[in-house]
């Protein structure tokens, strides 16, 4: 049997780059992408090709290639996003449009572009990478919890209308990894005076600490492949520290207003 063929959005660091070598260890047939895979000369680990996700065209070229060298294109992981902080307030509105396309947009872009292929083989699986955050509201990561949210809502949608194809789509919500994810996240500035100078530093700080101390982001490539193995994926699966993951069943069994305060308690405010 012909090694299945994955596409990683976001393989070239991370989270995607685990996800791809481990895979590689078991058997399959890996192509990552970067948004300028010159910049990784070094790097070995499976082929990388160039890819926006912010642009259709860009993405529409990435699919064709991979479905060009290997005929057929059997898991998609949408990987690929950026992280944003920020008051909603102050957030610049260019950055916000930028973590919708990259986080939202480009993973539909995605999605849109590999189905025909699967429809065409009678099957495949999609993973979208979304988060623990995208389940709720958290303070000064407003835009990001929307994207991720966003996003899970998407999957829940699109994984019912294409599942008389054998298409299966699922969501993995990661919480807090040790990744480099906080170096190329965006942070709206601590302004002087600002009316939230003092609680968004200390929701900055908090947030630093959290993917410093993040666990091993091997955990969410043993759980793609966990994922990979089963004939019919769940909706929803949760990876993370178990407070992280049991913060979900909170919010499912809790009242709104003392979920806010336990939010509220643990950032400080």
Excluded: W
Aim: proline content about 5%; charged content about 20%.
């Amino acid at each position: 049997m012909d090694k299945k063929v994955v596409l990683i959005t976001g393989g070239s660091s991370g989270i995607g780059k685990c996800i791809g070598t481990y895979l590689i260890s078991k058997n399959f047939k890996v192509y990552g992408t970067a948004r300028n895979p010159k910049k990784y000369k070094g790097f070995d680990a499976f082929e990388l090709i160039a890819l926006d996700v912010r642009s259709p065209e860009s993405v529409q070229g990435a699919v064709s290639e991979v479905i060009s060298k290997e005929g057929q294109l059997d898991i998609l992981i949408n990987n690929a996003g950026v992280g944003i902080t920020g008051p909603v307030e102050e957030t610049p509105h260019a950055e916000i449009l930028n973590v919708f396309d990259t986080n939202f947009h480009g993973p539909v872009n995605m999605m849109k572009a590999v189905l025909p292929q699967m429809r065409k083989q009678g099957g495949g699986l999609i993973i979208n990478i979304t988060s623990i955050a995208g389940y709720m509201g958290l303070p000064f990561r407003g835009y990001y919890s929307a994207t991720k949210g966003a996003l899970g809502l998407i999957t829940e949608a699109l994984r019912m209308e294409t599942k008389e194809f054998g298409i299966s789509i699922t969501n993995l919500a990661p919480g807090d990894f040790a990744t480099n994810i906080a170096s190329g996240r965006y942070h709206a500035p601590v302004r002087d005076g600002s009316a939230y100078q003092d609680s968004y530093q200390k929701s900055l700080d908090l947030m630093d600490e959290h993917v410093d101390s993040g666990g091993d982001p091997m955990q969410v490539a043993k759980k793609v492949y966990n994922i990979i193995q089963k004939q019919n994926p769940k909706v929803h699966y949760p990876v993370g520290a178990f407070m992280q993951r049991f913060s979900l069943f909170l919010k499912k069994v809790l009242p709104g207003k003392v979920y806010e305060k336990l939010l509220m308690n643990h950032y400080k405010l």
